[in-house]
């Protein structure tokens, strides 16, 4: 069976967490980026499933020359 099914760049995906302007006003934690080590991580916090799960939390490296992406 073959299906055409269309998978989203990063940048598509960003777009619907609120795109860069999203990540503006974030405060940062001591999460260490998995990448490069860097000790603190922004963070925000969606509901990205039904209500009664637990929210998602994204992590963007504090290191501008990195600045690498997660999810908890």
Do not use: I
Not at 56 to 69: D, E, I, V, W
Request: proline share 7%.
């Amino acid at each position: 069976m073959v299906t055409n099914r269309k998978y989203p760049k990063l940048k598509e995906v960003d777009d619907v967490l609120g795109g860069a302007a999203a990540w503006e006003n974030v405060d940062s934690t001591a999460e260490p980026c998995p990448k490069c080590e860097h000790p603190r991580a922004y963070f925000m916090q969606l509901q990205t499933r039904s209500a009664d799960e637990p929210m998602t939390t994204f992590y963007k490296c504090c290191n501008a020359q990195c600045g690498h992406r997660w999810r908890d």
